[in-house]
């Protein structure tokens, strides 16, 4: 269903009270349309191919599939794809991970009345939006090494509250290995122990909870 010089855009948040939000905010501009809406990952990306909209308004955080692998699969079946990422995480991590699947812009949720429709009115003219609050911590990022995949794992034991020797266990490593690699995370992520690192790691959008 084409609408004659409308921006035609998919709304995909699993909350469905944020999702009545977003699609009133934007019925209210003449020249955008609410196409479709997706309550998960996997439904976003099937509707993406049935209504190939010019704009996906994209949560982050969603059941089944995420906002960064839904974006991945259609940045790969359509590269001139616009998405639009909304989220409530301004994790440096998060925000990387989302432009790297190539979304390309950032609102936060917080924000979302004054940026939301200047955004998406610029990426649908085929601009970015990454406001300077969203560039700053991208920014910041760069001040940090990057954690490897095991590292990563280890967090992820680590935030669930076990010990060396479990996490050793787990990752079938050796305690020995298990903390060297606690050395590297703690130094990497600039804290003073385990428990510092876990809370800066969620912050910054590493893992997640």
Not at 98 to 119: D, F, H, M, R, W
Not at 173 to 185: C, D, P, Q, R, V
Not at 187 to 195: E, M, N, S
Request: hydrophobic fraction near 45%; charged fraction near 30%; proline fraction near 3%.
């Amino acid at each position: 269903m084409k609408h004659e010089g409308k921006i035609r855009i998919l709304v995909a948040d699993d909350h469905s009270l944020i999702r009545m939000g977003l699609i009133s905010l934007v019925n209210t501009e003449p020249d955008i349309t609410v196409v479709a809406e997706a309550v998960d990952g996997r439904q976003a990306v099937e509707l993406f191919t049935k209504h190939n909209p010019d704009l996906v308004l994209m949560d982050l955080r969603m059941p089944i599939k995420d906002g960064i692998e839904a974006t991945l699969e259609i940045r790969k079946k359509s590269p001139t794809a616009r998405v639009l990422m909304l989220t409530t995480f301004d994790g440096d991590e998060d925000i990387h991970k989302a432009l790297q699947a190539g979304a390309q812009g950032y609102v936060l949720k917080g924000s979302t009345g004054e940026n939301l429709i200047p955004a998406m009115r610029a990426l649908a003219a085929g601009q970015r939006w990454i406001p300077k609050e969203v560039a700053g911590r991208l920014a910041s990022r760069k001040l940090f090494e990057e954690l490897t995949p095991r590292e990563v794992e280890v967090l992820h034991e680590l935030a669930k509250g076990l010990a060396n020797k479990e996490i050793a266990d787990v990752l079938n490593i050796s305690e020995n290995t298990t903390k060297g690699h606690l050395k590297n995370i703690i130094g990497k992520l600039r804290v003073a122990d385990r428990t510092e690192a876990v809370t800066a790691a969620i912050q910054r959008g590493i893992i997640h909870l």
